[in-house]
């Protein structure tokens, strides 16, 4: 979703270089570009004006770090206003703790994906945090959704309440609140009717399901590709019904990613999922430093262990990220987690979390990445240890043995070699900028610990 602006970011600071001090033209430079990919992402201009405004009045003046050249420096900046702007560092996930059933009310306009995300969340809470859980089709209006979550129920192995909808949303919603408790299931899931636009009737019954099952969460499910005028639906739903959370779904289509941007800085709630595929399984909580990473081409390590640790062991696991974020990472530890990719998911989104990968993705679209993947590996495969482990040594002679040896070209070597260079490069700012010591302090050493 965010590649466009990845890709127009990564343009802007590769022109800052040299100097030891941020200047006003440095700092003038990059605000014009980043306004104008914020504006193109179709992030709120209000929303732009004052992200622009703090990292203007953050970076002027300020003495570029020994370890860093005034483009990097800007991108830490914009990296830490990007995390404030997504909800900040400390921002904590709903545990769905409280006396069951905790109730969970889902909101949002017609297409935006509510019922869908209804069954996701079911399965995260299943599998993530091991939560019995109960779904209720509440949408009277459309009598599909209720048909479209008994069979999205029965693929994930979740009951769902046989609602009788001629009876009104507020009646289904209290009997399916007292049959989930019944069950004795720990959460249940009302999905609601929605609309192609905000209107009056449809806020009087949501007010009226609030007020009728008093839900511990309230979350808008926001469809990634409404735009900008995603702010406002959000504002009025939130003006109506206290939200808790915002849901973004549909993140990996070609939406600018607007609405996810400036949707927490508008209402002030913050961002708790995100549906990044069609697959059931496809949903992520959202980590505001994680997106932020992701928006600016840095990949997200922490996903990727995450994504590990369902094929490989912790030891593994933490191994691996290890390499990764102090830059050691070699072309033969490379190889090994390849192999292992196949199991964690489509191999498209799997290298997008690699840092430095994401531009290297782009530039190759229309590719069959599983036949570029054993393409790489029998390149790596074709090399001796030490190359494997130091691709200096790869001059001329040895990169055209390689390419014999693998049934690929000199050209095919080269491109590689520098896509992966480029990686490692990545990951020792990051080390530098000190954001990938505090993914091992925050988030991985408890991630593995789990």
Sequence with gaps: MFDHLTERLAGTFKKLRGGSVLSAAHVDDAI?????????????????????????ERAVGQKVWDSLNPGQQVVQIFHDELVELLGGKNQQLPDFAGKPPVVVLLVGLQGSGKTTFAAKLALYLKKKLKK???????????????TQ????????DTPVFDSALEKGAVAVA?????????QFQDVVIIDTAGRQQVDDELMQEIQALNHAVVPGFRFLVVDAMIGSQGLEVARTFHERVPLTGLVVSKLDGDARG????????????????????EKIEDLEAFHPDRMASRILGMGDVMALVEKARESISEEEAAESAGKMMSGQFSLEDFRDQMKRLRSMGPLEG?????????QAMAQMKNVDADKEMKKV???ISSMTRQERKNPDLLNGRRRLR?????????ADINRFIKQFAEMQKMMKQMSKMGLAKGLMKGGLKGLLNR
């Design 32 to 56: 014009k570009e980043i306004r104008r990919s914020l504006l193109e992402a179709d992030v709120h201009f209000k929303v732009v004006r004052d992200v622009c405004a703090r990292i203007s």
């Design 132 to 146: 019995s859980v109960g779904l209720v089709p509440a949408d009277c209006q459309r009598p599909a959704a209720k």
């Design 149 to 156: 979550l008994q069979i999205l129920g029965q693929r994930i």
């Design 174 to 182: 209290r009997e399916g609140l007292a049959w989930a408790a019944a």
């Design 258 to 277: 607007g609405v996810a941007l400036s949707a927490r800085e508008v209402t002030g709630v913050p961002i708790v999922f995100a549906g990044v595929g």
């Design 350 to 358: 799997i290298l997008k979390l690699m840092p430095g990968m994401g």
């Design 377 to 379: 590996e029998a390149m």
């Design 402 to 410: 390689i390419a014999e040896g693998s049934g690929t070209s000199v």
